[in-house]
């Protein structure tokens, strides 16, 4: 079973403020199959990105993934008040079981 | 656009078995995969097992000698049933479209285990 480790745990930044976060496999994901989520309190996680890269339907154009092998950001390239959240990657090239790792959460500074 | 809705129990007690239903609106269960997911408060995603519409599953092995995953395409449901719960067991439970990524989610309802 792959093993994600998302960094850092917390990130305290401004609205208009750039957020890069970090996912580390325990080995490499096969084909790049990994996503993000975004998940605010009470609700669903909400998919952003597939396949490392891609962006999910109605994903605003902020929001880009990159990476391959065991090392995969997220970026948010200006926060908006709505990005307030806590995002989750998810690796699925090696499962099952497909695995998600712990969360970052990312809290107006 | 697909809408997914979760039912069951909120209450189950230990020992006993948890059995969630999930139903399908707005498209057609045949064609794609479903999923389960669950949340225990406060903490991290677990995937708990998918099935196809034709019936066939995968299960997480840490949960596999417990777990069910059905479906009934004539109602457009798919359910889970999770046996000898203890209090690990209380989570928010999702159910998902997918197998690998998952683009459409239920809102999720909170299952308690308690006597």
């Known amino acids: 079973e792959i093993v994600l480790t998302q960094s850092p745990a917390t990130l305290s930044l401004s609205p208009g403020e750039r957020a890069t976060l970090s996912c580390g496999a325990s080995?490499?994901?096969?084909?790049?199959?990994l996503a993000w989520y975004q998940q605010k309190p009470g609700l669903a996680p909400r998919l952003l990105i597939y396949?490392?890269?891609s962006r999910a339907t109605g994903i605003p154009d902020r929001f880009s993934g990159s990476g391959s092998g065991t090392d995969f950001t997220l970026t948010i390239s200006r926060l908006e008040p709505e990005d307030f959240a806590v995002y989750y990657c998810?690796?699925?090239?090696?499962?099952?079981?497909?695995?998600f790792g712990g969360g970052t959460k990312v809290e107006i500074k | 656009q697909v809408q997914l809705q979760e039912s069951g129990p909120g209450l189950v007690k230990p020992s006993e078995t948890l059995s969630l239903t999930c139903t399908v609106s707005?498209?057609?269960?045949?064609?794609?995969?479903w999923s389960w997911i669950r949340q225990p408060p406060g903490k991290g995603l677990e995937w708990i097992g998918y099935?196809?519409?034709?019936?066939?599953?995968a299960y997480n092995p840490s949960l596999k000698s417990r777990v069910t995953i059905s479906v009934d395409t004539s109602k457009n449901q798919y359910s889970l049933r999770l046996s000898s719960v203890t209090a690990a067991d209380t989570a928010v439970y999702y159910c998902?479209?997918?197998?690998?990524?998952?683009?459409?989610w239920g809102r999720g309802t909170l299952v308690t285990v308690s006597s």
């Open positions: 707005g498209g057609s269960i045949s064609g794609s995969y």
């Open positions: 080995q490499s994901i096969r084909s790049s199959y």
């Open positions: 998810q690796q699925y090239g090696n499962s099952p079981p497909t695995t």
């Open positions: 998902a479209r997918g197998g690998w990524s998952f683009d459409f």
């Open positions: 099935i196809y519409y034709s019936g066939n599953t």
């Open positions: 396949d490392a890269s």
